[in-house]
Nanobody, 128 residues
């Protein structure tokens, strides 16, 4: 499956953005999807993840309460709604997918190596 991330841009602190991750095949309901971000000189950081059905969601500590991940399987798209943005949210954001319907205890949704497919990054810049 090919993933296409979009929706990044420049926003002031306190503002909002919605990122989209569109999949090439109509099979996203069978894939768990995650969002990661990477700032220059830093490691790739887990942001959020969602199960195949969309019924289970997970968030990194730094974004909990501000970001919301959702899934529209009919549109084959995963969204990341980002609110109350901070300058430290500035990074390239990547979506990734793994062909499993849900995250079990044997999978670590926080680890980049758990994902089989990656989209290109979309840049988010938050000005102070």
């Amino acid at each position: 499956v090919q993933l296409q991330a979009s929706g990044g841009g420049l926003v002031q602190a306190g503002g909002s953005l919605r990122l989209s991750c569109a999949a090439s095949k109509p099979t996203l309901s069978s894939y768990a999807v995650g969002w990661f971000r990477q700032a220059p000189g830093k490691e790739r950081e887990f942001v959020a993840a969602i199960s195949g059905s969309g019924g289970s969601t997970y968030y990194g500590d730094s974004v909990k309460g501000r970001f919301t991940i959702s899934k529209d399987n009919a549109k084959n798209t995963v969204y990341l709604q980002m609110s109350s943005l901070k300058p430290e949210d500035t990074a390239a954001y990547y979506c990734a997918a793994r062909p499993i319907p849900y995250w079990s205890g044997s999978h670590n949704y926080r680890a980049p190596h758990e994902y089989n497919y990656w989209g290109q990054g979309t840049q988010v810049t938050v000005s102070s």
